[in-house]
Structure formats: C-alpha cells, structure tokens
C-alpha cells in the first residue's frame, strides 16, 4: 500500500487497475476499505484510488493537530503523487470537505466531482444538520449505543444484510478517535463568492432514506453549487454506495463518462 509523508501526518491509500484516475474519499464513520464494492466493479476500467483520510484506519496523525481543514491539502497531496491528469474524485459525506474545496481552488486538477450524502462545505440553512452528526458520532466514540438507522442505514438493509453491516462498523472501529466537531467551523465555509466562476462538473447525490442528515439535505447541497446536478436514491439511506453498490456504481459512471471521463474501453455513459 503506498504512503505519503504531509505535514503532521501519514497518508495511507489503495491503487488498482489501470486507465483514468478514479478516486474515492470516504466518510467520518467508515475508511477506505468500504468501497470495496466500488473497486470490485471500476477496476477492469480505471486506475481507482481509495484514500484513508487522515486519523483513518493507516493513515495515521497527531490527533491534537487534527482539523478538517487539512483534508484538502491532503488529497492535493495526494494527486500530486498519482495524477497524470484530471482525475474523477466521488467523495462521501465528510469527504466532501476534501473534494470540495480543493475543486473550488483548484478546478484543472477535476474532471468531475460526485459528492454523495453530504451537506458539503457549501453554506446554507441545511447545515444545521451538522450538530445533529456531530452529536451521534460523539455518542458512538464515547462506546455508547447508536442504532444503525440513526447513522443513516435502512430498517431493510440493517434487518437483511446483518453480515455487511457488520462488517461495516468492524472497519470504522479501526479509525482513531477524532474531534470531528470541527467539521462545522466557519472557516471551512464555501460562500457565494467562493464560487465566482465555478466550473467543475458536480454531481450530488444521496438516499432519501437518510436518517442522520435527512432525505432532501443534498438537494439544499446542490442548489448552493453552481451548475450541480442532483440524483437521489429512493431505496437507501446515507451510504448508498455500499447499500446499493450497483445502482451509484452505475450513476457515477454514467456521470463521469458524460463529462470526458471515460473509461479505457472508451465507453462513454447516458445523462443520469
């Protein structure tokens, strides 16, 4: 597995396949490990690259100097090491924070961009929710119970899928203990003005199902980007991409390939 020294941490990420650079950045309760399912399928096509966000499972930091404003000098970092041109970045929930800013800044880095499940940093009165997730990852770091619904799983997949589940909240127990609070500090705010000229092609997406950021808040998400297209997942909840796999495989491909992104078959997509 490669690594790569950045300032006050260790960054640890997956590689596989070969064609256009595919990269995954994952949430506040998972690691890299949970797009398995992502890399199952992209990898006969794209070079996919799954990054553990600093303070996550191998990528390890001085929890003291943690702030999610790191996240996207991180994954800059990142595609400075791997890069060979603009890469397709799908980001889950708090990954946002990485893809997000870094797209705003520094656009010819982009091909495209899928925030998925996420409030993201762009400002608006939807991100109220962020207390709400603050206060339900602070009762699970503090060992106390949290029903998976309440994390945002279905009442379907927790009652027939026991074994992924499982599996799921395995891999989050292998993260350090963070102060994710942070997330929600003014300075990582994206405003109007941030966008003046926003030019990355986005896609936001998410389960109207979602318990812990509510089934519509990607949509208030979109709306605060200019030029995003919006998606919802009517049967999943707030990781759609690992309750159903093959449906958002399919709409991120389809998204990235309208956009140039194609994979080494040359295969381009239908519109979402």
């Excluded at 994954?75 to 990485?98: H, I, K, T």
């Excluded at 998925?116 to 997730?133: E, K, N, R």
């Excluded at 997949?157 to 074994?163: A, K």
């Excluded at 963070?178 to 705010?189: A, F, M, T, V, W």
Aim: aromatic share 10%; proline share 7%.
């Amino acid at each position: 597995m490669p690594y790569l020294d950045v300032p006050g941490a260790r960054l640890r990420y997956d590689v596989s396949g070969d064609g256009r650079l595919l990269v995954f950045v994952h949430g506040a309760g998972a690691n890299a490990t949970v797009f398995f399912q992502q890399v199952a399928h992209f990898n006969r096509s794209y070079r996919v690259l799954c990054l553990d966000m600093r303070g996550f499972r191998g990528s390890h930091c001085d929890p003291e100097r943690f702030h999610p404003r790191q996240f996207s000098d991180d994954l800059a970092r990142v595609l400075d090491a791997e890069a060979r041109g603009p890469a397709a970045v799908v980001c889950q929930s708090m990954g946002a924070w990485s893809g997000l800013p870094l797209a705003v800044r520094e656009p010819e880095r982009f091909a495209a961009l899928v925030l998925s499940s996420s409030p993201t940093p762009a400002y608006g009165p939807h991100h109220t929710v962020l207390q709400q997730v603050s206060d339900r990852f602070g009762n699970v770091a503090a060992g106390k119970k949290v029903a998976p619904q309440d994390l945002g799983f279905t009442d379907k997949f927790v009652q027939e899928r026991p074994d992924v589940l499982t599996l799921y909240q395995m891999l989050a127990r292998m993260n350090q203990k963070l102060d994710l609070s942070k997330i929600s500090d003014p300075e990582l705010r994206l405003l109007p003005e941030h966008f003046v000229g926003y030019r990355v092609p986005t896609l936001v997406v998410g389960g109207l199902q979602n318990r812990l950021i509510g089934g519509e808040t990607h949509l208030a998400a979109a709306r605060c980007i200019p030029g995003a297209q919006d998606y919802t997942f009517t049967n999943s909840g707030h990781s759609s991409y690992f309750e159903e796999p093959d449906h958002f495989n399919r709409v991120v491909e389809q998204f990235i390939s309208v956009h140039g992104h194609f994979s080494q078959t040359g295969e381009g997509g239908k519109p979402c």
